[in-house]
């Protein structure tokens, strides 16, 4: 059956209606709440992809049964975490049944949800302009739409769609809609608080040695991340830094956090103020701030200068080479680089730390900053020393090799007792003399039978030198071992 297009006010009202579609059980009106009567919002954010929100609204509601569309909320909401309470007229308002819409509205959305139901179908005619209106069975809408026309089936949409209302599930922002059973006043201020995926914050560090590589500067930041679908305006921003636990969701998405590029901090910029919260640390913004949807942004954390740090250059073995014979154990070897500093208040500092990446810089001779390296920190303690290798040593190299071997007669039975030798040569190009800790991860029951240079048993099962290497020149450690398996 064919027929005009209905007249312009028709088309008109049509499209309002369209607009203002929203779902609300019947019988009952529903009163919309948007972010203009939002009156404060709180996000807590934890390492985990989790958050809390806390959305404060002044909403009008009727007496008794009524629904109330909490519109703009996370699009990542958990629903069962939702809970709302009046902040003026206590224990006058009750929940009776809530729906999250998170089904956003949209031209293919919309198709889908009238598979099986009729729609207009509007053609204009090439040389008149004249429009036409017939009426078609959408049968699918995967991969493209699949039409019933009178008495034959038609792929691809052959002009404009017309849908004589929206779908109650269907809405323009994620919204949840209450059932609610108001018995106070109509006006009153209330609170939905919910946990929502979708916003992450981890933190970046920015280290800057002195030339002495004695001292550095740190500052540190906050990267959010919000992906949740809603934006959070002048929000109350805390973030939690531990490992909360959390009862594992086959349907919770964890997804890694876009990482943002260090930067270097404003002067002025205040910390974050942190306090101890059951077994975790507690940071608050001091100031209000605005999370954008889709929005990565970065905020200072703290800021500490002339840290005392200290560097080390590392050569660390291994355990295979003790109880089986071996000639060369290597050329060229690698030296590793490390600094290290206290997270204590005599050291400037003293404060927990987020887990997090630390990257050091170092000025060159024209006085640019020039990176030089990077680590991953876990989360820290106040008092706890932070260990970064930054890299290995172009300068400082060592050549090891075995120099005997000898297994010896059985002290007892099941008892098998080693002897071997060995020699490593440090090499230092630089024109200025370093020192490099030898760490030999020595097996089993062992005894040090003779060293060129004294060492420390630094832990059961770890013999330390500490060798000088002078300028552009070499030092040689040799000893000799007994190990007894």
């Known amino acids: 059956m064919k027929n005009r297009i209905p007249s312009l006010p028709a088309v008109t009202t049509a499209v309002a209606t369209l607009a203002a579609a929203v779902a609300a059980p019947v019988g009952a009106e529903e009163v919309r709440s948007t972010l203009d009567d939002q009156q404060s919002v709180a996000v807590t954010i934890y390492n ?43 224990g006058k308002l009750a929940v009776i049944e809530q729906n999250f819409d998170f089904d956003l ?16 179908i509007v053609k204009t005619h090439p040389t008149t302009g004249i429009e036409t209106t017939e009426s078609a069975q959408v049968l699918a809408a995967n991969n493209g739409v699949v039409l019933k026309m009178g008495e034959r089936i038609e792929t691809g949409i052959p002009g404009r769609i017309v849908y004589s209302d929206v779908p109650a599930n269907l809405r323009d922002r994620p919204t949840l809609a209450m059932l609610l059973n108001n018995g106070g006043a109509s006006q009153q201020e209330v609170e939905l608080s919910y946990l929502s995926g979708g916003l992450g914050w981890k933190a970046d560090y920015v280290a800057e040695l002195n030339a ?37 969701d086959e349907k919770m998405r964890f997804e890694e956090m876009p990482l943002a590029a260090s930067r270097a901090r404003a002067a002025g910029a205040p910390d974050m103020a942190e306090e101890s ?35 080390e250059l590392l050569l660390q073995g291994a355990d295979y080479y003790y109880t089986s014979s071996y000639g060369d154990l290597g050329q060229k070897m690698k030296v590793a680089v490390y600094v290290e500093f206290d997270n ?23 006085g640019n900053a020039q990176f030089v390296g990077e680590d991953r920190i876990d989360h820290t303690p106040k008092n706890e020393k932070v260990r970064l290798k930054l ?27 080693f002897e071997s030798a ?9 024109k200025e003399a370093v020192t490099v800790t030898v760490q030999e991860p020595v097996p089993a029951d062992w005894k040090m039978l003779k060293s060129s240079h004294p060492h420390e048993k630094a832990a059961s099962n770890t013999a330390e030198w500490k060798i ?9 450690l040799t000893y000799r071992v007994r190990v007894k398996y």
């Not at 913004?285 to 970065?298: A, C, F, M, V, W």
């Not at 890299?391 to 007792?417: C, H, Y």
């Open 422 to 430: 060995y020699e490593i040569t440090l090499k230092n190009a630089r």
């Open 468 to 476: 000088a290497v002078p300028a552009e020149g070499k030092a040689t």
């Open 212 to 248: 002495a590589d004695d001292q550095l500067d740190l500052s540190g930041w906050v990267t959010l991340t919000n992906e949740s679908g809603a934006a959070y305006r002048n929000a109350k921003l805390q973030l939690v830094a531990g490992d909360v636990n959390r009862v594992p």
């Open 105 to 120: 509205l949209t031209p293919q959305k919309l198709l889908e949800k009238f598979v099986g139901k009729t729609v207009g």
């Open 277 to 311: 919260l059951l077994e975790y640390h507690l940071y608050t913004l001091d100031r209000p701030t605005t999370i954008g949807e889709n929005q990565t942004k970065q905020v200072a954390l703290l800021s500490a200068s002339q840290v005392p740090a200290r560097k």
């Open 344 to 366: 204590k208040e005599s050291a400037r500092l003293g404060m927990p730390l987020p887990k997090g990446i630390i990257r050091v810089y170092k000025k060159d001779g024209a």
């Open 391 to 417: 890299g290995e040593s172009f300068d400082v190299t060592a050549d090891k090799k075995q120099t005997d071997f000898n297994t010896m007669p059985r002290p007892a039975k099941g008892i098998s007792l």
């Open 48 to 90: 985990q992809d989790l958050a809390l929100i806390k959305d404060q609204r002044k909403v009008t509601l009727g007496s008794g049964p009524g629904t109330l569309a909490f519109r703009d909320v996370s699009a990542r909401m958990r629903p069962e975490t939702a809970l709302l309470r009046s902040l003026t007229q206590p």
